[in-house]
């Protein structure tokens, strides 16, 4: 097998950088592919070539095998790497990478598809000798025939997509009550992310360890395991905190876990990069749950404490080498965490989100992996993953300690997402302790959802108004009318601020500024030192009741954009000053219920003519590979419906119209 020399990457963004970054050392031409939406993104300018594959969807561009082939023969690549996700475990594209002559970066096409379909892969894995959970996999099995299973499984259980993966198409049943419900609606999300609604059943295991095992195979037969990683904080079944080691596992457990992983590999041929994912119950027995054919988005914790680079390995087995490294030989040094910081809100059940990037800082103490770059823009449609913040230490503690001081000192503006999230988790005394499983993140929601305060950032955010618009001489709205140079008269504000709205005054003297409004004793900002660093990007420092700080301010319509300094979650501050009030909408019934982002619709739940009350769901909309309810905000009668089951929807386009309860 000769050695790559020119290769296409069928990824985008920090997965795509993240490959450019192993294989240019490795003196391997690089190629990169983007859809219309991705044209300035950094992979595309970082890789010596790119080509547009097509439109923004990415079943019209990512999703595209033709175009990724036609693609890597016109500029004459001999291999390509998928990443993860997008085509990453499709058979079908490994063996249309087989028959153009074009070697792919990891598995057999045989091995993918056994391992894709979970029935097929828990068959082989029993064959091999892996523990696996009780459960019913009949492809064709009826409602009826699943129903009858679960019943003999015995609650609760556990809906699986057979062609799943990313936690999609996953739903825990409590109670046959239930079990149709969530049968359907795992089924309708199977078949949206995957174009197949095929389920299986598992006895659930209730807060159980989420443990996967590393693996590398070569082409020669030789395979070693490099450890496990614990991914056993999840949002939706999917993960957002992983480290390496587990602290759930000993050595006498690493090695049976890491044995049954390899009996795995040689039971499939398996070559490459893979992962062989367990459940861990509390009195220590594991079972096996699936097996990715690909590189994971933790993959960097295992090469932070084994200092082995994954992904150049996966280069140089695809190269026909052979894998040097030996199992008795592989050593783990500290412990490393990853956040996965993602565009979206915990508060409003981990929304997704999208906007513009104001503002991007990553701690340059801690590994980043990332495409944000200030000026850019977060869209709808693809994954809400943004950046992998990843930190190793000497212990576990300290690693828990250096990952919330990195989120602390990372500033993202300009949309929500869960910075904050994130370092509360890793703050945590529960996690810090290391005694959790799968239900940490439902078991301690309040703490970790818990508002913050926006007192300090409302007031930034009322005196960068009054200085703006004294400092600029522009006009101010008529309530604000009346100012004088030679008399410090104050400035009457409107601010909205996590959902409160503050009625503010602002009084100028010399340098200082004081601010009513925002509790029993006015506020004082001393030393006001504004700093343009950038296009409608502002740094503020200032003393606040005898406490300096640093702000970050960013204009964004009717609104500022407020970080503090080490504070990860930046405050939205609305200008209502500027509205009238009819524009506020204040106790006003709305009628028009628009989509909240781009996305899909999976169910429509209402008709014309039916009253709903306060929290009714209306329809179900699919958008960064995650399924959203949109609800009623009050009772009502739906006056009209103007979407079906799979129409595409624009932000803010309107679904379902409500008129008053009479």
């Known amino acids: 097998?000769?050695?790559?020399?020119?290769?296409?990457?069928?990824?985008?963004?920090?997965?795509?950088?993240?490959?450019?970054?192993a294989a240019q050392p490795l003196?391997?031409?690089?190629?990169?592919?983007?859809?219309?939406?991705?044209?300035?993104?950094?992979?595309?300018?970082?890789?010596?070539?790119?080509?547009?594959?097509?439109?923004?969807?990415?079943?019209?561009?990512?999703?595209?095998?033709?175009?990724?082939?036609?693609?890597?023969?016109?500029?004459?690549?001999?291999?390509?790497?998928?990443?993860?996700?997008?085509?990453?475990?499709?058979?079908?594209?490994?063996?249309?990478?087989?028959?153009?002559g074009i070697t792919l970066?990891?598995?057999?096409?045989?091995?993918?598809?056994?391992?894709?379909?979970?029935?097929?892969?828990?068959?082989?894995?029993?064959?091999?000798?892996?523990?696996?959970?009780p459960g019913f996999s009949e492809p064709n099995a009826s409602v009826a025939d699943l129903m009858a299973a679960a019943q003999r499984i015995g609650y609760p259980v556990m809906i699986k997509a057979l062609a799943g993966g990313g936690g999609r198409g996953m739903r825990l049943v409590l109670n046959e009550s239930e079990f149709a419900s969530q049968l359907h609606s795992a089924q309708l999300e199977a078949k949206n992310?995957?174009?197949?609604?095929?389920?299986?059943?598992?006895?659930?295991?209730?807060?159980p360890r989420h443990i996967e095992i590393q693996v590398l195979a070569d082409t020669h037969g030789h395979a070693v395991h490099l450890g496990e990683r614990d991914c056993s904080v999840q949002r939706r079944h999917q993960k957002i905190v992983e480290e390496a080691p587990s602290p759930a596992v000993n050595s006498e457990l690493r090695a049976r876990m890491g044995e049954a992983a390899l009996k795995l590999v040689h039971a499939t041929n398996y070559v490459g990069a893979g992962t062989v994912e367990f459940l861990l119950d509390t009195q220590g027995d594991f079972y096996f749950i699936e097996m990715n054919t690909r590189l994971q988005v933790e993959h960097g914790?295992?090469?932070?404490?084994?200092?082995?680079?994954?992904?150049?390995?996966?280069?140089?087995?695809?190269?026909?080498?052979?894998?040097?490294?030996?199992?008795?030989?592989?050593?783990?040094?500290?412990?490393?965490?990853?956040?996965?910081?993602?565009?979206?809100?915990?508060?409003?059940?981990?929304?997704?989100?999208?906007?513009?990037?104001?503002?991007?800082?990553?701690?340059?103490?801690?590994?980043?992996d990332h495409a944000l770059q200030m000026g850019g823009e977060v869209s709808p449609w693809y994954d809400s993953l943004l950046a992998k913040v990843i930190v190793h230490a000497d212990n576990r503690l300290a690693a828990c300690e250096k990952l919330a001081d990195a989120l602390n000192r990372t500033v993202l503006v300009g949309f929500e997402h869960n910075a904050l999230y994130l370092q509360r988790i890793a703050s945590h005394p529960v996690f810090q302790g290391g005694e959790f499983g799968t239900g940490f993140l439902a078991e301690h929601a309040e703490a970790l959802l818990q508002a913050q305060t926006k007192i300090l950032e409302c007031a930034v955010a009322a005196v960068f108004l009054a200085h703006q618009q004294n400092t600029t001489q522009a006009a101010w709205p008529s309530a604000l009318s009346g100012f004088s140079s030679t008399r410090a008269l104050p400035r009457p504000l409107k601010l909205k601020v996590n959902g409160n709205t503050h009625q503010i005054k602002v009084n100028k003297i010399s340098n200082d500024y004081t601010v009513d409004g925002l509790g029993d004793t006015p506020l004082?900002?001393?030393?006001?030192?504004?700093?343009?660093?950038?296009?409608?990007?502002?740094?503020?420092?200032?003393?606040?009741?005898?406490?300096?700080a640093q702000y970050l301010v960013a204009l964004n319509g009717n609104g500022i954009w407020v970080q503090r300094w080490l504070n990860p979650q930046a405050a939205f501050i609305e200008d209502e000053s500027l509205l009238s009030a009819s524009a506020l909408g204040e106790g006003v019934f709305q009628p028009n219920i628009t989509s909240p982002m781009n996305g899909k619709i999976t169910q429509v739940?209402?008709?014309?003519?039916?009253?709903?009350?306060?929290?009714?769901?209306?329809?179900?909309?699919?958008?960064?590979?995650?399924?959203?309810?949109?609800?009623?905000?009050?009772?009502?009668?739906?006056?009209?419906?103007?979407?079906?089951?799979?129409?595409?929807?624009?932000?803010?386009?309107?679904?379902?119209?409500?008129k008053p309860t009479q």
């Open 1 to 21: 097998m000769p050695r790559i020399k020119k290769l296409l990457i069928a990824n985008r963004n920090e997965i795509a950088r993240r490959i450019l970054r």
């Open 27 to 100: 003196g391997i031409a690089t190629v990169a592919v983007y859809s219309e939406a991705d044209a300035q993104a950094l992979h595309v300018q970082e890789a010596d070539e790119a080509y547009c594959i097509g439109p923004a969807p990415s079943l019209e561009s990512y999703l595209r095998i033709d175009k990724l082939i036609e693609t890597a023969l016109k500029a004459g690549a001999d291999a390509i790497h998928p990443g993860y996700g997008f085509v990453s475990e499709s058979p079908a594209f490994a063996q249309a990478c087989a028959e153009a």
């Open 105 to 133: 970066v990891g598995p057999t096409p045989q091995a993918i598809a056994d391992m894709a379909d979970k029935a097929c892969a828990k068959e082989i894995a029993q064959q091999a000798g892996l523990p696996c959970i």
């Open 193 to 207: 992310a995957f174009n197949d609604d095929r389920v299986m059943l598992e006895k659930a295991i209730i807060n």
């Open 301 to 368: 914790v295992t090469e932070a404490i084994t200092g082995i680079d994954l992904v150049q390995w996966q280069l140089r087995i695809a190269s026909g080498e052979q894998l040097t490294l030996q199992q008795e030989h592989i050593r783990f040094n500290g412990h490393a965490i990853q956040g996965r910081l993602c565009a979206e809100d915990p508060a409003r059940d981990f929304m997704p989100q999208t906007g513009p990037v104001l503002a991007w800082q990553a701690d340059p103490h801690s590994r980043c």
């Open 524 to 548: 004082l900002l001393a030393n006001w030192q504004p700093a343009v660093t950038g296009q409608n990007v502002h740094k503020i420092q200032s003393t606040i009741n005898g406490t300096s």
């Open 605 to 658: 739940l209402v008709q014309p003519g039916q009253q709903v009350e306060a929290g009714t769901v209306l329809v179900c909309l699919e958008a960064m590979k995650m399924e959203h309810r949109i609800t009623a905000k009050s009772a009502a009668v739906v006056e009209a419906v103007h979407v079906n089951v799979g129409d595409q929807m624009k932000l803010k386009q309107i679904m379902v119209q409500l």
